[in-house]
């Protein structure tokens, strides 16, 4: 009984993501105390560490994060099998520079805790803020799928962008306390980088928020929080020097630290339970029921506003108690060319006419004529 019922409850969690989501956050924790675990090498590496605690307490973060960020590429990756190619590879791109955000981090691991025998290149990469080439690819995956969708902003232009970072560069070297050595100055660089490139991509996730349909809506709505979480990280980096000097309590300032990568999981799990969840079952074939929930596995609302106007004019009319046999013909019209979208229009879902057909008749017992 035991073993059915977990089974039973694994199996629900599995569908919605919660249980990879726990998984991946129990992974990290652990990682994250056995790193702990581990004694600090003889000369400590230049981190800002006071004394042996504070560095290996850095040293869990990083590897928290690093597991989390692995995490999350997986959510995305597992999510990814009822799309288009197109889509994919925008996913591809952004799941790529997760994936370095979690090498880079993971680096630190090694190189720290050796850092006495560590080659010189190894110490300049961690040391200059090598992550940004992740923040690029994001970034790049984001704009792709913005194409996909006919989304046009400002926070897509890769001129805007080139030019918002020139000027935030020149800007951060004439902060007080910035310039201080070539390695420094590079490390600051390569956050600014950061900074303006995933602020860039938060502002174009929440626009592909609210051009996508509503089933999209939850899992970009974390990615963005995600994004914006990580932006701010930077932020606090390079005015680090800045806030130094207003004896700012280092709790306040490491507070985004301790978030953005529980985010992202949650933004894998969201994703995920968007293509896993189970579907609902009712026992009454409702037309109107029918095409709201065909019409919701369109990725562009706009694209199929207009289909629905036959069956918006019936329900402003009649309730579904007294649908004439001309209203039940409309609507399974209706359907039919929402289906022929789906099947060949849509620009994100791979759907066959078959899959979609299946997918209706679960939850609802009822195929079209």
Request: some cysteine; overall charge positive.
């Amino acid at each position: 009984m035991v073993a059915i019922a977990f089974m039973l409850i694994y199996n629900k969690c599995m569908k919605k993501g919660i249980f990879l989501a726990l998984g991946i956050v129990l992974l990290s924790i652990l990682a994250a105390a056995a790193t702990m675990a581990i004694p600090p090498p003889s000369t400590l590496p230049p981190i800002n560490a006071a004394n042996n605690e504070e560095f290996s307490m850095y040293m869990a973060i990083f590897s928290l994060y690093t597991v989390q960020y692995i995490g999350t590429v997986l959510l995305f990756l597992l999510s990814l099998r009822d799309f288009r190619q197109g889509f994919k590879k925008s996913y591809y791109f952004i799941c790529a520079g997760l994936a370095l955000e979690a090498l880079y981090l993971a680096l630190f691991l090694p190189i720290y805790f050796f850092y006495d025998s560590a080659p010189d290149f190894l110490r300049l990469l961690t040391e200059t803020n090598g992550i940004m080439l992740g923040s690029i690819l994001i970034f790049v995956g984001l704009r792709h799928f913005a194409k996909l969708l006919n989304v046009t902003t400002v926070f897509a232009s890769v001129k805007v962008l080139a030019i918002t970072l020139v000027a935030a560069m020149a800007v951060t070297l004439l902060l007080p306390g910035v310039r201080q050595d070539l390695t420094q100055d590079l490390f600051t660089l390569g956050a600014v980088v950061d900074a303006v490139v995933y602020g860039f991509a938060a502002f174009l996730t929440l626009a592909l928020r609210k051009q996508a349909s509503v089933s999209y809506k939850w899992a970009l709505t974390w990615f963005a929080i995600a994004l914006l979480f990580n932006a701010l990280n930077m932020l606090l980096i390079i005015l680090g020097p800045v806030l130094a000097t207003l004896n700012i309590p280092m709790e306040i300032l490491s507070a985004p630290f301790l978030f953005n990568t529980f985010i992202f999981v949650g933004a894998g799990a969201a994703f995920y339970k968007m293509v896993h969840a189970p579907a609902p079952t009712t026992d009454k074939t409702d037309l109107v029921a029918i095409v709201v929930f065909t019409a919701s596995l369109a990725s562009k609302p706009a694209d199929i506003d207009r289909m629905l106007d036959p069956m918006r004019g019936i329900t402003a009319q009649r309730n579904h108690s007294n649908f004439t046999a001309a209203d039940t013909a409309q609507l399974k019209k209706v359907y039919s060319e929402l289906e022929e979208y789906l099947v060949t229009k849509e620009p994100l879902r791979s759907l066959t006419r078959e899959h979609l057909r299946a997918m209706v008749k679960e939850r609802f017992d009822w195929s079209p004529a």
